[in-house]
């Protein structure tokens, strides 16, 4: 059994705030505790039901380099470096091509423009508005979801903050999910400790392993990926793109015959829209 675990850190038990988030903030390193010992609790949850599973954490925020290597449970290894076009063109689920017959996305939020939502947004904040896939507004998870089923791997676990939930439960019942917190607000919410989370991730995690009859791949087969950009400059530049198709002054996109290609075209086209890279995507 090969798992996959796609790592996101927003929503990780006790994060809320932006300070949490970068390795300048505050209260970063804290945060980073939190990130493995949430991953920590997946695996050993996957080893209790396939003691023999190959692991492979992707650390999908930011950086790229959140998760601490040697407080990893030594089970699973772990895929490190920022989502550049010549490291991880699929993003946080670079590696996953090497083969999974399951995946996980662990520590996510709700896409960009939820009303209410704990540190909402789709993958860069400062670019993306909207995303939509096929015509519907998606998030992380969804798009995730749809280039995992593309390559032949169902998404089986969900867990992040507790807004999250309605928005994975709007496209399927067949993924399981776990609230770390209950949301109050962009910056707050009312947050589980580390232990309770940890028993709730690990029973989570194997009882999605035992449920293989539940696993369902989510392929849309062709995707069209738009994007409403914060900034009509930003716009311009990602169609000087040769893949793009411009749709308007603030809305470009791409297509694919499956998901996986049409997302690596949109990860090309969203650094080719920033101009300036940010320090973690160098
Ligand atoms: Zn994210």
């Known amino acids: 059994m090969r798992v996959f675990l796609a790592v996101d850190m927003e929503g990780v038990t ?3 705030h932006p300070d949490q988030l970068t390795p300048d903030g505050r209260n970063y390193s804290q945060a980073q505790k939190y990130l493995v010992a ?5 695996i050993n949850g996957i080893l209790d039901v396939y003691p023999e599973a190959e692991i492979t954490v992707g650390d999908g ?3 790229m380099r959140n998760v ?4 990893l449970h030594p089970a699973a290894q772990l895929v490190i470096g920022a989502a550049t076009l010549s490291n991880k063109p699929l993003c946080q689920l670079e590696g996953v091509q090497f083969g999974a017959d399951a995946a996980m996305c662990i520590g996510y939020h709700t ?3 939820t009303q209410g939502g704990l540190l909402a947004h789709t993958y860069i904040g400062s670019l993306i508005a909207e995303l939509r896939m096929n015509g519907q507004a998606v998030g992380e998870v969804q798009t995730n979801a749809a280039v995992l089923s593309s390559l032949n791997v169902p998404l089986v676990l969900v867990s992040g903050n507790s807004d999250l939930e309605s928005e994975v439960r709007a496209w399927t019942s067949s993924t399981a999910f776990v609230a770390t917190k209950r949301t109050l607000g962009p910056t707050a919410a009312i947050c589980k400790t580390p232990e309770r989370t940890a028993r709730e991730l690990r029973e989570a995690a194997s009882k999605a392993m035992i449920s293989r009859e539940t696993w369902y791949l989510h392929d849309i087969g062709s995707t069209r990926f738009e994007v409403d950009t914060k900034q009509p400059e930003q716009c311009e530049r990602a169609c000087s793109h ?3 198709i411009a749709v308007s002054s603030s809305t470009f996109a791409v297509e694919a015959d499956n998901a996986a290609d049409a997302f690596r075209q949109l990860w090309s086209v969203c650094l080719t829209a920033l101009g300036d890279l940010p320090f973690w995507l160098r």
């Open 14 to 16: 006790g994060v809320v």
């Open 38 to 42: 949430d991953v920590n609790a997946v």
């Open 61 to 63: 925020h930011a950086t």
């Open 68 to 71: 601490l290597l040697e407080e």
């Open 111 to 113: 896409k960009a423009g």
């Open 242 to 244: 040769p893949q793009v």
